[in-house]
């Protein structure tokens, strides 16, 4: 059983089954109040799971969550710690591990599946989200590798706004543009890495830029 948790984006957490099997989600699409809503969220998805599967109408055995996994971006600094933050909270009080996803993976394997499902070969495309100050994130794909997970095969990069279709048409891949992260989809992400024995993801979070802080210099001292 697997917690998902990203706030790349918006917040969105969700419990999945091994299998794939989504047993509750809950989000916020707002990008900037991550810390106001995830404890709220996190309490709804774990009450949730109680009940099954989405769309169970009996009750299910109790939720033990065996991993966490953690959307690592690209996304802004300070929304992207909370998640992260939150997951390695939540893991330690459980002792159980994290497993590291890049948020875009989630979106292109949706992409992916929903194409699988209606019989459409998917050609290469790219993952892009907003970065803000006229900035996109992408990620290029191609299809799923043996191990179920999709192949990143450029990205995440920091595109400008107005350079966005002279990259995407240098990369021959078509455009998918992601309001949101499905957090069901991540967790579905780390469940087939853990699966094959895989590390898909650095531990490293992949800020979109450096926060736009800077540690105080030391007071000068002043002679008497």
């Known amino acids: 059983m697997i917690l998902g948790i990203d706030t790349s984006l918006g917040t969105a957490l969700a419990v999945v089954e091994a299998d794939g099997v989504v047993r509750s989600t809950a989000s916020n699409p707002n990008p900037l109040g991550h810390a106001e809503v995830i404890g709220e969220l996190l309490q709804r998805v774990l009450a949730d799971a109680e009940f099954g599967p989405v769309g169970a109408t009996t009750a299910a055995a109790p939720v033990t969550v065996t991993h966490v996994a953690a959307g690592m971006g690209p996304g802004p600094f300070t929304g992207l710690r909370v998640g992260i933050a939150a997951a390695k909270a939540f893991a330690l009080a459980r002792g159980i591990p994290v497993v590291p996803v890049a948020s875009h993976d989630a979106v292109a394997l949706e992409v992916l599946l929903a194409d699988a499902m209606s019989g459409e070969d998917t050609p290469r495309f790219a993952v892009v989200t907003d970065a803000r100050r006229r900035e996109f994130a992408c990620s290029v794909y191609d299809d799923l590798d043996d191990d179920g997970l999709p192949v990143r095969v450029t990205g995440p990069v920091l595109v400008p706004r107005d350079d966005i279709d002279a990259r995407l048409a240098e990369w021959g891949a078509r455009r998918h543009d992601a309001a949101a992260v499905p957090a069901q989809l991540l967790a579905l992400v780390a469940a087939r890495a853990i699966a094959a024995g895989r590390q898909v993801a650095a531990s490293e ?19 008497t």
């Open 205 to 223: 979070p992949l800020y979109l830029r450096v926060p736009d802080v800077s540690v105080p210099a030391p007071r000068k001292k002043v002679g």
